[in-house]
């Protein structure tokens, strides 16, 4: 899949008839100096300006096409993200009309240069090229409000977090500021801007850890405040990669938060993705209570699950599930070889 941060700026109708008429115009007074005296020069120069501008406004269309994913490319997981961010009907539509643009384009072009080739009077070269260069214009005119879309579209895709789905991944799930950007630092080393308030991620940010010259991805995921009905952006991005991209959660739980953090942890046991607690911000607590908060959340993890307080351990946790699903993967690719 070809990265979202790489797609080209999306001007407006105006610069790109711009653009291709001057590209068109140049064309002639580079051509001008050794292929004026050619009988018919008139039909000659303009032959060459309506096929150069119509090749540039082709490949300026044809490029964004190229550049923008099609939807139907994509995996579940990026076209549940993308539609968090806009309208997925909306943008199909845009690159649809920037194809037919492209289409017609190429029509008229073809349509012109036939004409052309047969007339033989000046002035009716002149008004073929004036014909196809008022066409050329009117189609991109009427698509400006697709580029517009795009460009708004691309100002949202070029921050797009480049996930490797291929990878075990591991999703670091919890309320905002309980400490889960804290913990994915220590696990990775990344340099994360960690802040004393809520919402400090305000995308998927993506890590790794290093283990047997493999990579483990770890993606910490904006808080999820556990209101379905009233996600905002932030929170949408965190309950779809935890749903379809997770293949183990550690669940980070806040030792002094007050909040009802289990209502969330239980929505998120019933995902049915293997899980852990870590249980932050223990020091801050003392012993008897960190003891009994521990117990509390056994309870309701159940026998399976771990229950962590410190990162070492949540590592430990990360490695050996990643061992469990690597064997399985190992053992997919031997049965399909076979």
Do not use: H
Not at 25 to 47: G, M, Q, R, T
Not at 87 to 108: E, F, P, T, V
Not at 254 to 278: F, H, M, W
């Amino acid at each position: 899949m070809k990265g979202f941060n790489d797609l080209p700026e999306i001007s407006d109708a105006n610069t790109y008839i711009s653009i291709a008429f001057e590209r068109a115009k140049k064309k002639i007074k580079n051509a001008a100096n050794k292929d004026k005296a050619k009988e018919k020069w008139f039909k000659v120069s303009e032959l060459i300006r309506v096929e150069t501008a119509g090749n540039v406004l082709s490949s300026r269309l044809g490029e964004i096409l190229d550049s923008f994913p099609k939807i139907d490319e994509l995996s579940e997981f990026n076209k549940e993200l993308l539609g968090c961010f806009f309208s997925i009907r909306d943008y199909k539509r845009s690159l649809a009309r920037i194809a037919n643009a492209k289409a017609r384009i190429g029509k008229i072009q073809k349509e012109i240069l036939r004409k052309l080739k047969k007339t033989e009077k000046p002035f009716e070269s002149m008004k073929l090229r004036k014909e196809a260069f008022g066409r050329f214009a009117s189609i991109m005119r009427s698509i400006d409000n697709a580029f517009y879309n795009l460009e708004q579209y691309r100002r949202s895709l070029k921050d797009f977090p480049l996930v490797k789905e291929e990878l075990f991944s591991v999703c670091i799930a919890g309320f905002p500021n309980v400490g889960k950007s804290t913990l994915m630092k220590r696990l990775s080393g990344a340099n994360i801007e960690i802040n004393n308030y809520s919402f400090t991620t305000k995308k998927l940010l993506i890590n790794f850890i290093k283990y047997r010259e493999q990579l483990i991805q770890l993606i910490d995921t904006p808080g999820n405040l556990d209101r379905k009905d009233k996600m905002n952006l932030i929170e949408k991005q965190a309950d779809i990669a935890v749903k379809k991209l997770a293949n183990f959660i550690v669940f980070v739980y806040d030792a002094t938060d007050v909040r009802n953090q289990e209502g969330l942890l239980i929505k998120t046991i019933k995902i049915g993705k293997p899980l852990c607690v870590y249980i932050s911000k223990t020091d801050l607590i003392d012993d008897v209570k960190a003891g009994a908060l521990k117990e509390k959340i056994k309870k309701i993890v159940g026998k399976e699950s771990l229950v962590l307080t410190n990162p070492k351990d949540v590592e430990d946790a990360i490695i050996s599930e990643f061992n469990k699903w690597l064997g399985k993967e190992i053992k997919k690719n031997k049965e399909r070889k076979s």
